[in-house]
């Protein structure tokens, strides 16, 4: 399996960006979708969710800016981000989360797009 990211860039404080993960297999396969990213010298934190059923989750830094949503159609997962602060600066990774039984959970990552915020 494999997602690839894709988006980033390089953007002022208040702009926006879309990014967009495309998985190798249909996403419907994966209970889960996300959005993680990481800053230098931060842990890897949840950006946003999406299950298979549509369920959102929202890390609390980012919730009333950014958008999740997914089009099984084409494989992908989106991420809309409004209102960008230099705070948001950070590798942002695509995540698929696959539950096969008790004690069977998989994660899958994409390689990383970079979001670069300028003050």
């Known amino acids: 399996v494999q997602l690839q990211a894709f988006g980033g860039g390089l953007v002022q404080a208040g702009g926006s960006l879309r990014l967009s993960c495309v998985a190798s297999?249909?996403?419907?396969?994966?209970?889960?979708m996300g959005w993680y990213r990481q800053a230098p010298g931060k842990q890897r934190e949840l950006v946003a969710s999406?299950?298979?059923?549509?369920?959102?989750n929202y890390g609390d830094s980012v919730k009333g800016r950014f958008t999740i949503s997914r089009d099984n159609a084409k494989n992908s997962v989106y991420l809309q981000m409004y209102s960008l602060t230099p705070d948001d600066t950070a590798v942002y990774y695509c995540?698929?989360?696959?539950?096969?039984?008790?004690?069977?959970?998989?994660?899958?990552w994409g390689q990383g797009t970079v979001v670069t915020v300028s003050s």
């Open positions: 995540n698929g989360v696959k539950e096969l039984g008790p004690l069977k959970t998989y994660n899958f």
């Open positions: 297999q249909t996403i419907s396969r994966f209970n889960r």
């Open positions: 999406i299950s298979l059923g549509g369920t959102t």
